[in-house]
């Protein structure tokens, strides 16, 4: 197992439980109980958790946005793949709108150089675009949420307004089948809420994690989704109300 595999699982790992102990973590990756102490330690040192005696907690609180650091290596083996099948929907000459999530990053990566306008909040995303000649981006600008490097608040949603755009990719926090679309931060809710509405065409990228939870700040009911790209770790009740609601399920492989 890579090193960054190793620490994004410990991340989720302490998040799940809230609390566990080197000792643990040694024995579930089988490395010494020294290697999980450096893994920790850089961990704490990048925000993503609180080293205690003996083992390491969570740091997660429900209504704080989570830092780019941790979307980054948390689930990136599923965000990738549900990224490289989004990237499939996008045709030359399409105008896009990309969130500030971690999945739609991966999206602007795997993106081609073609004919393109893309429309986003996210810095990392422009900045990953910006080396494709062929790819026009817009950024929405607005106040900086420097824990996501993206823009949020009045001026990116009046940015919004002016806009119209075909296909929407973006992400969130919770899908839930009656609560529908939620996020933990309310800025980025509002904002995409925003994009749905300037969009023709919705598509929802999200791992298996993130279904039959609610958060914080609601976004929209899935009647407002016109597809969800996700990875086939889905359980089966899950999946089942979700296809009673009549929702388009694209699955990919892990």
């Known amino acids: 197992m890579l090193v960054a595999e190793r620490q994004r699982k410990i991340v989720d790992l302490v998040n799940e439980r809230l609390s566990i102990r080197v000792s643990e973590l040694s024995k579930i990756f089988s490395v010494t109980e020294e290697t999980i102490r450096r893994d920790l330690e850089k961990l ?9 005696h003996g083992g390491a907690v969570s740091i ?15 689930r990136a083996a599923e965000k990738r793949a549900i990224a490289l099948e989004a990237v499939k929907m996008v045709e030359p000459g399409d105008q896009i709108v990309l969130d500030a999530s971690t999945t739609a990053w991966y999206m602007a990566k795997e993106l081609p ?10 810095i990392k995303v422009a900045l990953e675009l910006s080396k494709k000649e062929q790819i026009r981006v817009i950024s929405t600008g607005g106040n900086l949420m420097s824990i ?11 940015s919004l307004k002016m806009y119209h755009v075909n296909k929407m990719f973006f992400s969130c926090k919770a899908i839930h089948p009656d609560g529908g679309l939620s ?6 809710a509002l904002l995409k809420k925003d994009m749905i509405q ?9 791992d298996s994690s993130k279904f039959g939870k609610r958060a914080f700040s609601q976004i929209n009911s899935l009647s407002a989704v ?24 694209l699955f990919v492989d892990i």
């Open 113 to 122: 150089d073609m004919p393109l306008t893309v429309l986003t909040n996210s």
């Open 226 to 249: 016109h597809c969800i790209i996700t990875d086939s770790n889905m359980d089966d009740r899950t999946r089942e109300r979700l296809e009673e609601k009549e929702v388009k399920l």
């Open 44 to 52: 704490e040192k990048d925000g993503l958790l609180e080293r205690s």
């Open 183 to 188: 996020d933990t931060n309310e800025l980025q």
């Open 198 to 206: 300037i969009a023709d065409k919705v598509i929802l990228m999200a």
């Open 60 to 74: 997660e609180k429900e209504d704080n946005e989570v830092s780019y650091v941790e979307r980054e290596i948390t």
């Open 148 to 158: 996501s490097l993206s823009y949020v608040g009045p001026l990116a949603e009046r």
